[in-house]
């Protein structure tokens, strides 16, 4: 799931393997006008779970925490 928050856009996903789902997030700062979001940063793995929806929401919760304690 992509979307934004604060100057940050936010990419929460998963991967499934073997049946579990792993969180994972890449944080990008939101770049002025006509310029390219630059990555700041990578979750890895952030933990697994037992369903897509569960890793999607987890790696949300771990974005916006980083973001709100980042955001300077």
């Keep these: 799931m992509k979307f934004d928050y604060k100057q940050f856009h936010i990419d929460a996903s998963c991967l499934e393997e073997g049946g579990r789902y792993y969180a994972r997030a890449k944080i990008f700062r939101r770049s002025s006008e006509g ?34 304690a980042n955001e300077h």
């Design 35 to 68: 310029d390219d979001d630059h990555e700041v940063k990578w979750s890895g793995d952030i933990g697994d779970y037992r369903s897509d929806a569960d890793a999607v929401e987890a790696a949300q919760r771990w974005a916006i925490q980083w973001c709100d």
